[in-house]
Structure formats: structure tokens, C-alpha cells
């Protein structure tokens, strides 16, 4: 089975520092496609960050990094000098090979709230 | 630029009752696809579409019914509503089928209850 597994329900942090959300996934595929999506309470999903399997090197969007272990299947977010706009939930997703194109298969999300 | 428009954005219906959710997207995207949300379990792929007349299912397809016969819109019907289709319902496109090189752009999301 193809899935994502984000084991952390919800976390928290204090304004200006450093958090990580965890992302494990399964596939059997060998090239893909790996992303974390925002939702805040908004409910607007915003992509945060995209990982291409192939590439070695961590992608990074302003404070947003990822670190991604392909061996390991592990794709983390790390949120650096956390700002309160970002409470939200995060989805880690990854692209799965339907018949006629692919889906994205989502985690069941972690919830990420910034204090003041 | 209104990306993707999902409307109605709050319904209430009764159990056995019929609609439709519409959505539309001005950015001539072949890739449209409906997902739900429910807690604890992320986001999941109900149908989607890769093009006028192509249509496939999802991982929970079941109660729900779709057709494309346009580029812009993609309706998703419910047949005969029951309680455990209560959920936020959300419509995406892309305009790569493949969705490695282009994101996955969504509407705001509506929130339907099953009573």
C-alpha cells in the first residue's frame, strides 16, 4: 500500500523558533513527487514546498526547508523563526500513478499552532 | 484571476436528498479532481479528471457521481445523500496531469452536512 504517515497529531512553538513536522511515506515507485501543503484556518490549501525524488539536494522555499531521506522515506519540514501566520495544518502529500494521471496521497496532517 | 471556484460553500441536506457541488477554474487546466476532508484522515481523492470526457475514480468514489464536458468545470453529484458523506469537500486543478512539475491549485473548500 502507497501511503503517508505524519505521526505527530499537533505541536506547538514559540515565535521566532525552529519546528519540524514529520513525514514518513511508502512507495514502490522510484521517481516521484513530494510536497507539503498549508491549510490555515482559512481552509485554503497553500503549497508550501515541493521535493523531486531524483534530486539529492533539500529544497528550500525563504524559512521553509525540507530534509528528505529517500532511503529512509522520510520527508520533514523544518519551519525556521516560526511567525504566528504560520499556525496551521500541515499535509505532507506525495504523487501516486492513477490510469489516466496521478493523485496526490495525503497524510492525516499535523496541526501546528505558533504562541506569542 | 479567479483560480478555482467551488460553490455552494455550506449546504445542509437530508439524508437521501440530491445535489450538486460545482466547481470551475478559468486557468485552462486539464487536471481536475474532487477531494474530501475528513478528521484524522488527510485529504482523499473521490474523482478526477484528466480532461473533457475522461473521468476515473478515486480511492472513495462510492455515492458520488462526476462528468467533464467541458475544460472548465467539473461538477460532483451526490446521488442520494447520507450522513457519512458529512465532510468539506474540495475541488483542485493542474495544469500537469502528472502533478510533479505544477501544483495542485484548490477552491476554498465547501462544507456539506448529512443530517
Given at each position: 500500500a502507497q501511503t503517508v504517515t505524519q505521526s505527530q497529531p499537533e505541536m506547538s512553538v514559540q515565535e521566532a523558533e525552529t519546528v519540524t513536522l514529520s513525514c514518513t511515506y511508502d512507495t514502490s515507485e522510484n521517481n516521484y513527487y513530494l510536497f507539503w501543503y498549508k491549510q490555515p484556518p482559512s481552509r485554503q490549501m497553500i503549497l508550501v514546498i515541493r521535493q523531486e525524488a531524483y534530486k539529492q539536494q533539500n529544497a528550500t522555499e525563504n524559512r521553509f526547508s525540507v530534509n528528505f531521506q529517500k532511503a529512509a522515506k522520510s520527508f520533514s519540514l523544518k519551519i525556521s523563526d516560526?511567525?504566528?501566520?504560520?499556525t496551521a495544518m500541515y499535509f505532507c502529500a506525495f504523487v501516486r500513478a492513477m490510469e489516466y494521471g496521478n493523485k496526490l496521497v495525503f497524510g492525516a496532517g499535523t496541526i501546528l499552532r505558533v504562541k506569542s | 484571476n479567479a483560480g478555482v471556484t467551488q460553490t455552494p460553500k455550506f449546504q445542509v441536506l437530508k439524508t437521501g436528498q440530491s445535489m450538486t457541488l460545482q466547481c470551475a477554474q478559468?486557468?485552462?487546466?486539464e487536471y481536475m479532481s474532487w477531494y474530501r476532508q475528513d478528521p484524522g484522515m488527510g485529504l482523499r481523492l473521490i474523482h478526477y479528471s484528466v480532461g473533457a470526457g475522461i473521468t476515473d475514480q478515486g480511492e472513495v468514489p462510492n455515492g458520488y457521481n462526476v462528468s467533464r464536458s467541458t475544460t472548465e468545470d467539473f461538477p460532483l453529484r451526490l446521488l442520494s445523500a447520507a450522513p457519512s458523506q458529512t465532510s468539506v469537500y474540495f475541488c483542485a486543478s493542474s495544469s500537469?496531469?502528472?502533478?510533479g512539475t505544477g501544483e495542485l491549485f484548490f477552491g476554498e473548500g465547501s462544507r456539506l452536512t448529512v443530517l
Amino acid at each position: 500500500a502507497q501511503t503517508v504517515t505524519q505521526s505527530q497529531p499537533e505541536m506547538s512553538v514559540q515565535e521566532a523558533e525552529t519546528v519540524t513536522l514529520s513525514c514518513t511515506y511508502d512507495t514502490s515507485e522510484n521517481n516521484y513527487y513530494l510536497f507539503w501543503y498549508k491549510q490555515p484556518p482559512s481552509r485554503q490549501m497553500i503549497l508550501v514546498i515541493r521535493q523531486e525524488a531524483y534530486k539529492q539536494q533539500n529544497a528550500t522555499e525563504n524559512r521553509f526547508s525540507v530534509n528528505f531521506q529517500k532511503a529512509a522515506k522520510s520527508f520533514s519540514l523544518k519551519i525556521s523563526d516560526s511567525q504566528l501566520g504560520d499556525t496551521a495544518m500541515y499535509f505532507c502529500a506525495f504523487v501516486r500513478a492513477m490510469e489516466y494521471g496521478n493523485k496526490l496521497v495525503f497524510g492525516a496532517g499535523t496541526i501546528l499552532r505558533v504562541k506569542s | 484571476n479567479a483560480g478555482v471556484t467551488q460553490t455552494p460553500k455550506f449546504q445542509v441536506l437530508k439524508t437521501g436528498q440530491s445535489m450538486t457541488l460545482q466547481c470551475a477554474q478559468d486557468m485552462n487546466h486539464e487536471y481536475m479532481s474532487w477531494y474530501r476532508q475528513d478528521p484524522g484522515m488527510g485529504l482523499r481523492l473521490i474523482h478526477y479528471s484528466v480532461g473533457a470526457g475522461i473521468t476515473d475514480q478515486g480511492e472513495v468514489p462510492n455515492g458520488y457521481n462526476v462528468s467533464r464536458s467541458t475544460t472548465e468545470d467539473f461538477p460532483l453529484r451526490l446521488l442520494s445523500a447520507a450522513p457519512s458523506q458529512t465532510s468539506v469537500y474540495f475541488c483542485a486543478s493542474s495544469s500537469d496531469r502528472g502533478l510533479g512539475t505544477g501544483e495542485l491549485f484548490f477552491g476554498e473548500g465547501s462544507r456539506l452536512t448529512v443530517l
